[in-house]
C-alpha cells in the first residue's frame, strides 16, 4: 500500500499530533503518533485544543474564546474589577484593548508581559515555573491554552487562509 503524502494527510498528521492528550484527542485513534513525556520534566506532550475557523476574529486577529476562557480562569478576582469597569461590554473592551495592545507592541511583548486595562494588570500567558514547589505558580502555568485551526482565514480584504 501507497503511504498518502498528501497535504490534506500531512495536515491531519500534525493536528492529531497537537491535540493528542488534549481534550480534543481522538481516544483509540491507532493510526496517531504519540509521543512519549521525556524522563526529565514534567512535560505533556500534545493538549491542543481544536477550534474551527469561525472561531477566529479576523478584525481583532484573535480567538476571543480562548482569550476570554484563559483570563476567566487564571485571574478571576482581576476580571471582576475590570467588569466592574466597563459593564456588561467588558468582553468587547477587553478584546479590543488586547488586540489594539498586539498591534501596538508586538505578539510576544504582550504575551511576555501581559497588559493593563483601566488599571487593571492582566497576564495572557504563564511560562514555566523555575521549580516545581509553588502549586499557585504549576496550577497558572497549567492554565495556558493553546489551539489548533486549520483553514484559518486571516485576513479581511481577502479570503487567503493558512493551512494548519
Sequence with gaps: MTPDISERSFEEAIEAALLAYGPDARAGDAAI???????????APGGYRRRSP?????????????VVDF???????????????????VKEQFLRRVASEIERRGALDVLR???????????????????GLNE???RLHAGNL?????????STRNENCLDL
Design 136 to 138: 499557585e505558580t504549576r
Design 33 to 43: 503518533v504519540r509521543e512519549t513525556a521525556p524522563p526529565y520534566a514534567d512535560f
Design 54 to 66: 469561525e472561531e477566529y476574529d479576523r478584525a481583532l486577529c484573535l480567538l476571543p474564546r480562548d
Design 71 to 89: 483570563v476567566l480562569a487564571t485571574q478571576p478576582k482581576e476580571w471582576a474589577k475590570l467588569r466592574q469597569h466597563h459593564g456588561a461590554a
Design 113 to 131: 508581559n501581559g497588559l493593563k486595562d483601566s488599571g487593571v494588570k492582566f497576564r495572557l500567558a504563564y511560562f514555566r515555573p523555575a521549580s
Design 146 to 154: 493553546f489551539s489548533v485551526v486549520r483553514q484559518l482565514r486571516y
